[in-house]
């Protein structure tokens, strides 16, 4: 038996160059539209619109998008039925242990909803932190060093 060795020509195929878009400039838009300030809505107590204006006025006029609205809308609600229980709360205007527990529960309730809110919005100062400047606890390490207190009892 004898091996033969076949000799093939192999085509050189070219080499495959990826084509870049076209760069082309950023138009600049011909008519910048100024945001709007974003309407209360009309469900609002007087005091829930003061707590809408008071957000507003203390945010720049492009923070929140008209898709915000309706979370603002809950989140003043909130703080107005958070308010008013704390009210009742305070002013013992409940008949039994029950009602008060029942009271406390809802406004612990709408408090926690208020909160929730808020870092959705944007508003709670861990939302507006810079993720360079958030340490996570980094500097608060105890150090070897220092003797833990509950090591204090075993040296005797």
């Not at 204006?53 to 008209?66: A, G, S, T, V």
């Not at 703080?79 to 205007?93: F, H, M, P, R």
Request: include cysteine.
């Amino acid at each position: 038996m004898t091996n033969k060795i076949i000799k093939t020509k192999v085509k050189k195929q070219a080499p495959i160059v990826k084509k870049q878009a076209p760069i082309s400039k950023k138009q600049e838009p011909i008519v910048k539209i100024a945001p709007k300030k974003i309407v209360p809505s009309a469900t609002l107590t007087q005091y829930e619109k003061k707590l809408w204006n008071d957000i507003l006025d203390n945010h720049p006029i492009d923070f929140f998008e008209p898709y915000h609205s309706h979370l603002i809308t809950q989140y003043c609600k909130c703080l107005g039925q958070a308010d008013e229980l704390n009210t009742k709360l305070s002013d013992g205007v409940y008949k039994s242990v029950a009602d008060l527990i029942a009271i406390h529960r809802l406004k612990n309730t709408m408090v926690l909803t208020a909160s929730s809110l808020a870092t959705r919005l944007r508003l709670t100062i861990q939302s507006n932190t810079p993720q360079s400047t958030n340490t996570n606890g980094k500097k608060n390490k105890v150090h070897a060093a220092v003797p833990r207190p509950w090591d204090e009892d075993t040296q005797d």
